[in-house]
T-cell receptor
Framework: RKEVEQDPGPFNVPEGATVAFNCTYS??????FFWYRQDCRKEPKLLMS???SGNEDGRFTAQLNRASQYISLLIRDSKLSDSATYLC???????????????FGTGTRLTIIP | SQTIHQWPATLVQPVGSPLSLECTVE??????LYWYRQAAGRGLQLLFY??????ISSEVPQNLSASRPQDRQFILSSKKLLLSDSGFYLC??????????????FGEGSWLTVV
C-alpha cells in the first residue's frame, strides 16, 4: 500500500457544483495533514492545513478521519479558477519536527467545466 | 513576509553537462531548506534537506549534490547530468519557530530537460 494515495482523476465538474475527494494514508501515527494546490507547470501552494476537528476556509472544507486514515477536501460552488491538481500531504512527525518525512500524494486533477 | 526564489526557471542541458540550481529565502533566518524533484505522474521526491549552514542530508542516492554556503542559500548541483535527471525541481523552506509551524513553502520551480 502506498504511504499516501489519491485518486488521480481527472474529475470534470460543472461550474457551481460541489466536488469532494479523499486521500488515504498508511501510517497511523501521522500527525500533520495538508492540502496543496498545484497549477500546471507551477509550484505547489498551500491550500489549507487539516485539523482534527475539521476546518473550513470559504468554499473549501477539509476533514480528517483518523479511524479510517483518510483526509478529505470538499469544494463548494466550484469556480473555473479551481481547476488544478490537488496534492495531499502527510507528515508522520509532530509539529515541532522538520518536514523531511513529508509524504506527497501524486495529486487529484480537477477540471471545472463552464 | 518570507519569500523564496529559485533559478533558472527552465533549462535544457546535454547529457554529461554540469548543473547548478540556486535558491534563496528572504524574510526569515535559519530556515530548514529542501530540494525536491517531481517526475511526471509521480509525487514529490525529497532529494536533500538542510537544517543549517553546511548541514546537508541526502535522501536518495543519485548523481546530484547540494550545498548550503549561506544561511538562506541552497544550491543543487551535478557534475554530469543523466537523461533520468530530467524533471521539475523545487526548492522549499519551512520554519518551525514561526506561525508557519511545520508548513512547507515552495519556490517557483526549475524545469530541467536533459537531452
Amino acid at each position: 500500500r502506498k504511504e499516501v494515495e489519491q485518486d488521480p482523476g481527472p474529475f470534470n465538474v460543472p461550474e457551481g457544483a460541489t466536488v469532494a475527494f479523499n486521500c488515504t494514508y498508511s501510517n497511523s501515527a501521522s500527525q500533520s495533514f495538508f492540502w496543496y494546490r498545484q497549477d500546471c507547470r507551477k509550484e505547489p501552494k498551500l491550500l489549507m492545513s487539516v485539523y482534527s476537528s475539521g476546518n473550513e476556509d470559504g468554499r473549501f472544507t477539509a476533514q480528517l478521519n483518523r479511524a479510517s486514515q483518510y483526509i478529505s477536501l470538499l469544494i463548494r460552488d466550484s469556480k473555473l479558477s479551481d481547476s488544478a491538481t490537488y496534492l495531499c500531504v502527510v507528515n508522520p512527525l509532530g509539529s515541532n519536527f522538520g518536514n523531511e518525512k513529508l509524504t506527497f500524494g501524486t495529486g487529484t486533477r480537477l477540471t471545472i467545466i463552464p | 513576509s518570507q519569500t523564496i526564489h529559485q533559478w533558472p526557471a527552465t533549462l535544457v542541458q546535454p547529457v554529461g553537462s554540469p548543473l547548478s540550481l540556486e535558491c534563496t529565502v528572504e524574510g526569515t533566518s535559519n530556515p530548514n531548506l529542501y530540494w525536491y524533484r517531481q517526475a511526471a505522474g509521480r509525487g514529490l521526491q525529497l532529494l536533500f534537506y538542510s537544517v543549517g549552514i553546511g548541514q546537508i542530508s541526502s535522501e536518495v542516492p543519485q548523481n546530484l549534490s547540494a550545498s548550503r554556503p549561506q544561511d538562506r542559500q541552497f544550491i543543487l548541483s551535478s557534475k554530469k547530468l543523466l537523461l533520468s535527471d530530467s524533471g521539475f525541481y523545487l526548492c522549499a523552506w519551512s520554519d518551525l519557530r514561526g506561525n508557519s509551524g511545520n508548513t512547507i513553502y515552495f519556490g517557483e520551480g526549475s524545469w530541467l530537460t536533459v537531452v
